[in-house]
Each structure stands twice: as structure tokens, then as C-alpha cells.
Nanobody
């Protein structure tokens, strides 16, 4: 299973970006999907997650500004980021719980995508 993340870049404060993370390869289905981020000099933190049933959760710092969604037909998770702030500057990582075959789950990480918000 491979994860391909895209959509990062440089944006001014108040702007928007949309990240995507697509899974490819052989697997049965994808369960929970998450986005993490690692700011310079910081540890990697959970930003948001979405279950296979569509339930979502968000970190306090992004509530009301970020929206996670998924398209299971495309095996893709999205992160719509609005009202971006310089504090959102970080490398963003997707994390997916993948059922590779019956009774065999594994968590996969995408390569990071850089998001830089200028003030």
C-alpha cells in the first residue's frame, strides 16, 4: 500500500489550502483516516480524524477552520484548511488504518507535505 499526499504550499494568512492523500495498492478497505502535523521544533500532533462511518474529531486549534472528508471510492482523505494562520505552518502527514487482508490491519503514513503560512 502506498500513500500519495499532495496540496501543500505557501499561502498568506487568511488563505486556504486543500490537502489530499490517496491510497493505492492491494487492500480490502480503509478504516480510520487522520491528519497529523509537525511544526518546526515540535513533535507530531494529531490534527483531525474521520472514521469509516464519517464521524470526525478536531483539535481545538483547528476547530471551525479545518474540515476533514473522505472519498472511499477513491481511497482518498482530504483536509480543507481555511482561515490559515502562521501557527498552522508545519509538515502535514496522513495516517490511514488499512485492512490489507482478512484480520490483518496496518497503519500507514504518507510522506509529509509542507504547509507554510506567511503573515
Amino acid at each position: 500500500v502506498q500513500l500519495q499526499a499532495s496540496g501543500g504550499g505557501l499561502v498568506q494568512a487568511g488563505g486556504s489550502l486543500r490537502l489530499s492523500c490517496a491510497a493505492s495498492g492491494r487492500f480490502v478497505r480503509i478504516y480510520d483516516m487522520r491528519w497529523y502535523r509537525r511544526a518546526p521544533g515540535e513533535q507530531r500532533d494529531l490534527v483531525t480524524g474521520i472514521t469509516s462511518g464519517g464521524s470526525t474529531n478536531y483539535g481545538d486549534s483547528v476547530k471551525g477552520r479545518f474540515t476533514i472528508s473522505r472519498d472511499d471510492a477513491k481511497s482518498t482523505v482530504y483536509l480543507q484548511m481555511d482561515s490559515l494562520e502562521p501557527e498552522d505552518t508545519a509538515v502535514y502527514f496522513c495516517n490511514l488504518d488499512v485492512l490489507e487482508r482478512i484480520m490483518y490491519y496496518r497503519a500507514y503514513w504518507g510522506e509529509g507535505t509542507q504547509v507554510t503560512v506567511s503573515s
